[in-house]
Structures are given as structure tokens and as C-alpha cells.
């Protein structure tokens, strides 16, 4: 990235500038898709684990 962020200055209106920012672009997208994916299973999960724990402990209560 240090290498691509220093070619910037003198490269920027190239195509292979423009590939690789794209490319930048698309991972990123991708990376945070999946990291959102991530953070909707986790919370479902521990919503579920919650439900759970409150469940055992009222039977537990009586």
C-alpha cells in the first residue's frame, strides 16, 4: 500500500492506477460485507444465548 500511496502523485491518471484503486475499492467492500455478516450472526447469537440463560434461570427460580 506505501509502494501504491508513493505512485499516486505520479501515476494517478494511469489505467494501472485506476486498476488497483479499484481493486483497493472492491476488496474493502468486500472486507466490510463480510465483517457485517459477521457482527449480524454474532448478535443473533448472543441474543439467542441470552434468551436461553434467562429461560434456565427462571426454571431454575421456581
Known amino acids: 500500500l506505501e509502494e501504491l500511496?508513493?505512485?499516486?502523485h505520479g501515476n494517478k491518471g494511469s489505467?494501472?492506477?485506476r486498476m488497483a484503486?479499484?481493486?483497493i475499492f472492491n476488496i474493502t467492500?468486500?472486507?466490510r460485507d463480510i465483517m457485517n455478516q459477521?457482527?449480524?450472526?454474532y448478535c443473533e447469537?448472543?441474543?439467542k444465548c441470552k434468551k436461553s440463560i434467562i429461560?434456565?434461570?427462571e426454571i431454575?427460580?421456581?
Open 29 to 31: 467492500r468486500e472486507f
Open 60 to 62: 431454575s427460580e421456581y
Open 45 to 47: 447469537h448472543r441474543e
Open 21 to 23: 484503486e479499484l481493486q
Open 15 to 17: 489505467a494501472q492506477w
Open 5 to 8: 500511496h508513493q505512485d499516486q
Open 38 to 41: 459477521y457482527n449480524q450472526e
Open 55 to 57: 429461560r434456565e434461570f
